[in-house]
Nanobody, 120 residues
């Protein structure tokens, strides 16, 4: 079983910054892609950023140039540095990770989500 614990959300004014962290734990043999999704009220969950084990990132067009994702493979942790935040970045941010465990093989796990609110 894989558990993801997110931290770092909060309330910030437009133009401000926040840094999210997500740590994976459990009987993990190896990790694959880790990423961040967000869901605004009344909208579908959407990809924000993801990063491969080799450190190659992929971003949604709406956050390119403002957000940076990184990871620490030794600690099974992924980060999301969010700069120049806009009110439209408001939502619940979910961590997602693909991992291999002996019990389930390759599978995706979601974190519980952390609220990010950007005031104008």
């Amino acid at each position: 079983q894989v558990q993801l614990v997110e931290s770092g959300g909060g309330l910030v004014q437009a133009g401000g910054s926040l840094r999210l962290s997500c740590a994976a734990s459990g009987s993990i043999f190896t990790m694959d892609v880790m990423g961040w999704y967000r869901q605004a009220p009344g909208k579908q969950r959407e990809l924000v950023a993801r990063i491969s084990t080799s450190g190659s990132p992929d971003y949604a067009d709406s956050v390119k140039g403002r957000f940076t994702t990184s990871r620490d493979n030794a600690k099974n942790t992924v980060f999301l540095q969010m700069n120049s935040l806009k009110p439209e970045d408001t939502g619940v941010y979910f961590c997602n990770a693909r991992a291999w465990t002996s019990g389930r093989g390759w599978h995706d796990t979601w974190g519980q989500g952390t609220q990010v609110t950007v005031s104008s």
